[in-house]
């Protein structure tokens, strides 16, 4: 099996037992695709092997902005698992890119930590780097993102799409573990969407597509062109609830 080396923040970084942490935080609602609505918390990891220029979580990458030792300082695992309440039920991992994480024991333990405690465990990914699978046991659900023109064109299209990978999910989908989530400004992006689920062969029960948006206005002059244009193509919509509720 190939491994995927695993970045550094800094020199002499223990992986058996920290990753870098943007944030923790909990009592939110899961605000997009098929869980929305959902009461749970958010694990905010550090790095990113995509650098889109939209990105709204730029702390976690982009180095000639942020001194990312201080915005994703190296964590204990045990330390950010345990920040949250007990009355978590679901958990997010996102980041950043969490699947470069993933070969790390560190990764593994946090996951472990969460499923001992009973808590349901979903993971954001942009679809770059398949899961490995000794995560089958800890992860329930994965919402992939692949960066298409409007959020990826900052990054070659052979680096943010990667078909193999693509199928990986579609595994994942067909069993009902994975959807495939895109963030849309106008009917043109949502053609782009539907070329791209012709090109990779996914259905369109796997698919979600929700307006781009960082604001209430915005997105619910959005909400009804996309929910338009996705319906003619058979494809979920979803709103971005924690907008609207004014939640992180």
């Given at each position: 099996m190939t491994r995927r080396a695993l970045p550094l923040l800094?020199?002499?970084?223990?992986?058996?037992?920290?990753?870098?942490?943007?944030?923790?935080?909990?009592?939110?609602?899961q605000g997009e695709g098929p869980y929305m609505g959902r009461s749970c918390g958010f694990i905010r990891l550090g790095l990113c092997n995509l650098h889109c220029p939209p990105c709204d979580t730029a702390q976690t990458w982009d180095r000639s902005r942020y001194d990312l030792a201080a915005t994703c300082p190296d964590t204990a695992?045990?330390?950010a698992v345990n920040q949250l309440p007990r009355r978590v039920r679901m958990v997010v991992i996102s980041g950043g890119e969490p699947l470069l994480w993933q070969s790390a024991p560190a990764f593994i333990t946090m996951l472990d930590l969460l499923g001992r405690r009973g808590i349901e465990v979903?993971?954001?990914?942009?679809?770059?780097?398949?899961?490995?699978?000794?995560?089958?046991?800890?992860?329930?659900?994965?919402?992939?993102?692949?960066?298409?023109?409007?959020?990826?064109?900052?990054?070659?299209?052979?680096?943010?799409?990667?078909?193999?990978?693509?199928?990986?999910?579609?595994?994942?989908?067909?069993?009902?573990?994975?959807?495939?989530?895109?963030?849309?400004?106008?009917?043109?992006?949502?053609?782009?969407?539907?070329d791209f689920?012709?090109?990779?062969?996914?259905?369109?029960?796997?698919?979600?597509?929700?307006?781009?948006?960082?604001d209430a206005a915005t997105l619910l002059e959005r909400q009804p062109v996309i929910t338009a244009g996705a319906a003619e193509y058979g494809y979920n919509v979803s709103t971005r609830l924690h907008l609207i509720a004014r939640c992180r």
């Open positions: 800094a020199a002499d970084r223990n992986r058996d037992t920290h990753l870098p942490v943007n944030e923790v935080f909990w009592d939110v609602i695992v045990e330390v979903h993971v954001e990914t942009n679809g770059t780097i398949a899961p490995l699978p000794s995560l089958n046991p800890f992860v329930g659900h994965y919402s992939v993102s692949p960066k298409l023109t409007v959020m990826g064109g900052g990054d070659p299209l052979k680096r943010r799409i990667q078909p193999d990978t693509i199928a990986a999910f579609a595994q994942l989908a067909a069993a009902e573990r994975a959807v495939f989530k895109f963030v849309v400004a106008d009917q043109v992006q949502i053609g782009e969407v539907a689920v012709a090109e990779h062969a996914l259905e369109p029960s796997w698919v979600w597509v929700m307006p781009e948006a960082s």
